[in-house]
């Protein structure tokens, strides 16, 4: 059989294994008591059940995802062990639109509705409230958020500006992850994989009580990642190796109060090629809840995080955040003040220099937002937040946010949003010259870009429209529209050439003189087929167009439109099976990118998991990830060097004790 024949009958083999995941299957169950109610509460979720799930990043208070205002995907504890996925931003493939594509081993680039990059600079993620996006590349350095994923208990995305409650950054999207507290988390926990990419990996917790009312858990985790490959099928040599620790406490003195301190460090080393990296840091975050009425509560959240690079960079931020929270007749008033501090030390070289390599920048910030319910079919919600930073100055970010309950089990929502991405110190600061082409080409010339002091908030005006439903008990259905328009995008502007020696210099400037309009429609389904079987699926359809202004000389940001799918679709399937066994799959579909720099063609993906409980406290599972290719290319990084993601397989098992 030739090559092209058999990889033919190999995708077909899985296909077909895939199908049997799909296609109408009895209603199987497990004759273990603890298996079954595993089944009966996580798999047969009616749409009455979502209709209770509860959420905290919409309001920045807690409230049922039916009633929510926004374009919302919520991952839990169970989907993520069924995933068979093994770090934060691949388990974010699971949402409906997220674009999350992996540049190398240790890089990914992950946005939602457009502007996707390196160092996306539109979304926000947290942790526990506790910002993870870098001041210096206004993005998020992926590869150090490392978290145990068995003490995560939710991962909460909204698609779409979530500014008034979340601030600057917040433009197209928002992901929380909330880990479990200390009292979810009692016992202890050995867990081990071996894998063809994730060569190694372990995790060990315990969790204790001490008295009555403070609970506390401590973890230990590292892993090895093996190289991914290039075109050729040769190695990237893009290995990396991480180790992290950390710990958490709950401690409840009274039935008002409840406070909570936790805190990580870790340590990463990674190799791009030639090169070599090494990144450590840590945090320390403290809340304190006190319930003053059943109507009234307030938060007080601290937190400090430490982020230094061996070759160039340490990063400190501090981060005070109060809020208080009253409900009375038709309203629920919410309201806060903030401060942040980040101290940055920056280390120059021959390619990369600092105009300040030393700065201090501070951010003040009042939010204020109210839910008016003028019956139980109409709910308004209305707010603003107001900023204050060292780049640009007061920034308003204002929202209005309609809910329609049209019947029982159906609603329509529409939202108009104000949100900015501000400046960070590379729009401001930075100084870059790169010879071109990269090496080992001989250079022809160089490239040399600078900050702009004077840079402008990347402004965005936001429209949705959504529609959420129970066509029957057993499926559920959303639908979600949108119009973005943005404003001061920005661009690198072109100056006239400098002559040489040695070689002619072509200078950039950064500049905010570009605006852009993109749309698209996000839907998604759910379908609980029987007792043990339960399907999703979802498909995305996005279009953006930039424009320059103003006499731009830019030659490259109009492309970068192109550098987000056209459409996305996944299918996931959730099967029990006889003798505590569970067979899951996932089928996911991301059309080409066709600009200039992401000459990227269009892929699909197949996983599978078999997983296997022997016994309660034991779990065995084998996932397979990227069925249908031997490789393929995802995204083209900016500032290191670009691989393929490779087939891969990996096997796991934990004891919980």
């Not at 030393?358 to 919600?381: C, K, V």
């Not at 040399?448 to 259905?477: V, W």
């Not at 995008?489 to 040695?502: A, D, H, I, K, N």
């Not at 002619?504 to 500049?511: A, N, V």
């Amino acid at each position: 059989m030739n090559s092209s024949a058999s990889h033919s009958a190999h995708r077909s083999m899985l296909l077909s294994g895939l199908a049997l995941l799909l296609l109408p299957t009895p209603g199987w169950s497990s004759n273990d008591p603890q298996s079954q109610l595993q089944m009966e509460q996580l798999l047969n979720m009616e749409f009455k059940d979502l209709a209770e799930i509860r959420l905290t990043s919409v309001a920045r208070r807690e409230q049922k995802l039916v009633d929510t205002t926004a374009a919302v995907t919520v991952i839990d504890a169970e989907q993520i062990r069924r995933s068979g996925l093994t770090s934060l931003p691949e388990l974010l493939r699971l949402v409906p639109g997220m674009n999350v594509a992996r540049i190398n081993a240790s890089t990914w680039a992950i946005s939602t509705r457009g502007f996707n990059a390196q160092y996306s600079n539109k979304l926000l993620v947290l942790m526990d409230g506790r910002t993870l996006y870098t001041p210096l590349f206004a993005g998020v350095f992926w590869n150090i958020q490392d978290y145990p994923l068995a003490d995560i208990e939710r991962i909460e995305v909204i698609r779409g500006p979530g500014a008034t409650m979340w601030g600057a950054n917040a433009v197209n999207g928002v992901i929380n992850i909330i880990t479990k507290k200390a009292s979810q988390t009692q016992g202890n926990l050995l867990a081990a994989g071996v894998g063809t990419t994730d060569a190694l990996q372990g995790n060990m917790r315990h969790g204790g009580q001490i008295g009555e009312n403070l609970d506390y858990r401590i973890y230990a985790r590292g892993f090895t990642h093996n190289d991914l490959e290039l075109a050729n099928g040769t190695g990237a040599r893009d290995n990396w190796h991480s180790q992290r620790a950390g710990f958490r406490t709950d401690w409840r003195p009274n039935t008002r109060d409840e406070v909570s301190l936790q805190g990580d460090l870790f340590g990463i080393h990674e190799n791009y090629a030639t090169l070599t990296g090494d990144r450590s840091g840590g945090n320390l975050l403290t809340r304190w809840t006190r319930t003053l009425s059943d109507t009234s509560n307030w938060s007080l959240q601290l937190f400090y995080d430490r982020n230094v690079d061996s070759a160039f960079e340490q990063t400190s931020i501090y981060d005070l955040d109060w809020q208080y929270a009253f409900r009375h007749d038709q309203h629920a008033l919410l309201w806060g003040v903030g401060y942040r501090m980040t101290t940055m030390e920056l280390e120059s070289n021959p390619i990369v220099r600092w105009n300040h390599p030393s700065r201090q920048d501070h951010y003040f910030s009042l939010f204020l937002q109210d839910e008016i319910t003028f019956n139980p079919q109409w709910t308004l919600t209305v707010g603003t937040k107001v900023e204050h930073n060292d780049y640009t100055g007061v920034e308003w970010q204002p929202n209005a946010r309609l809910l329609w309950r049209v019947a029982d089990n159906h609603a329509l929502w529409a939202a108009m949003s104000r949100a900015i991405r501000s400046p960070a110190r590379v729009d401001a600061d930075i100084g870059v010259i790169s010879p071109f082409p990269l090496p080992p080409n001989p250079p022809v010339g160089i490239i040399s870009l600078t900050g702009n002091p004077d840079s402008r908030s990347e402004t965005l005006h936001a429209h949705e429209l959504g529609y959420r439903a129970q066509i029957k008990p057993e499926l559920s259905f959303e639908l979600t529209g949108f119009y973005n328009r943005y404003d001061h995008v920005t661009t690198f502007e072109q100056q006239p050439p400098l002559p040489p020696p040695p070689l002619p210099t072509f200078p950039q400037s950064y500049g905010n003189l570009a605006r852009a309009a993109s749309y698209g429609l996000e839907s998604a389904l759910e379908w609980q087929v029987n007792d043990s079987w339960k399907l999703t699926a979802s498909h995305t359809w996005f279009k953006m167009n930039i424009d320059l202004v103003n006499g731009s000389t830019d030659i490259a940001t109009v492309d970068t439109a192109n550098n987000a799918p056209r459409h996305q679709w996944q299918l996931h399937a959730y099967l029990d099976l006889p003798y505590d066994l569970q067979l899951d799959g996932a089928l996911y579909h991301v059309d080409r990118l066709t600009s200039v720099t992401q000459q990227i063609p269009s892929y699909t993906r197949l996983d599978l998991r078999l997983g296997w409980r022997p016994t309660p406290g034991w779990n065995v599972s084998l996932a397979a990830q990227n069925l249908l290719d031997a490789r393929h290319p995802e995204f083209t990084g900016t500032s290191v060097p670009t691989s393929e993601v490779s087939r891969a397989f990996l096997a796991t098992m934990d004891w919980s004790f």
